[in-house]
């Protein structure tokens, strides 16, 4: 599988657009219009799994007949096997390919399918799920008519490569939600700010820290922020008590100031890292 210079355009543009999402709502339906640049479908929906009630309640759609997605809730959705099987399972795949499911053969032969499916044209289908927390949140559905081609294996990459950005701004907006007051704090501040759950998924990056990100010359510094709260976690987890912990990255002509901490709220734990802006190094 091979990703184009072409494709690696278009999914950076994507994650940059999603990045600048304030809103949950916003969130999705600018995602499923982005994704049909990257990858082209005919239409689709960011839907919305309810785990106490094992259902679907609702959905955000993208070029579908709100009256097909009703037809689903009335007729098909207790029919719907596969929706059955991530309720029960604790291994939810980050996407997903109807054509590779192990019953795809018999599947085509429900009702489910000859009924609902195939008449309304969403034979092809692609998945990208959204687990927050350890959580099933959201389910991404992406689909085309019989007469197109498959989702082939490298567009199923790009989804899969999309699903790490999508699980991360989500998480980010749900934590804002419950956060708000203070998120408007620090996204006003000078120093970049970045919060990881306890699973090291970014919930939280404010505004001066995406602005860092962009630089091309600080290319790596997500990934280095990132294992700084890995190996700070690791290092600390036995401590009776540690108010933070600081250092300083290394690049080519700057160095980044940082201070990490942990902290718990609602009995999960989270770290918060603060970096300045780069200090310019001397020539040698």
């Known amino acids: ?16 657009t999603i990045r600048e999402c304030r809103d949950i709502n916003v969130f999705e339906t600018t995602l499923l219009r982005t994704l049909r640049e990257l990858v082209v479908y005919d239409n689709g929906g960011y839907f919305h799994p309810d785990p106490v009630t094992c ?8 070029d579908t007949d709100p009256k097909i997605f009703q037809n689903y809730k009335k007729t098909y959705e207790k029919q719907d096997f596969h929706l059955n099987y991530l309720f029960s ?19 085509l032969k429900t009702p489910l399918f000859t009924e609902f499916y195939r008449p309304n044209q969403l034979y092809h289908m692609a998945v990208i799920n959204v687990v927050n927390q350890g959580s099933f949140t959201g389910r991404i559905c992406m689909y085309r008519k019989q007469a197109r081609d498959n989702f082939s294996d490298n567009e199923m990459l790009l989804f899969k490569l999309a699903g790490m950005h999508i699980q991360s701004v989500y ?20 120093q970049a ?3 990881f759950d306890q699973k090291f998924n970014c919930i939280y990056s404010n505004y001066q820290a ?13 990934s280095n922020i990132h294992e700084v709260c890995r190996n700070f976690a690791t290092n600390y987890h036995n401590a009776f008590y540690t108010l ?8 080519t ?32």
Not at 210 to 222: A, T
Request: glycine share 4%; charged share 15%; proline share 3%.
């Open 244 to 251: 933070h912990h600081a250092g300083i990255l290394n690049y």
């Open 89 to 107: 399972t604790a291994s939810i795949l980050p996407t997903e390919r109807r054509f590779d499911h192990p019953n795809y053969a018999k599947w």
């Open 55 to 62: 259902t679907i309640i609702s959905g955000n759609l993208l």
């Open 1 to 16: 599988m091979h990703i184009s210079e072409t494709e690696l355009t278009r999914f950076n543009k994507i994650v940059l």
């Open 253 to 284: 002509s700057v160095q980044i100031n940082y201070r990490c901490f942990s902290y718990r709220y609602h009995e999960q734990q989270y770290f918060q890292i603060v970096f300045d802006y780069p200090i310019q190094l001397m020539a040698p």
């Open 210 to 222: 995406n602005k860092l990100f962009k630089q091309h010359s600080l290319h790596h510094l997500y």
């Open 171 to 190: 998480g980010n907006l749900k934590a804002a939600m419950l956060f708000t007051g203070d998120w408007n704090k620090l996204n006003q501040s000078s």
């Open 193 to 195: 700010i970045c919060l």
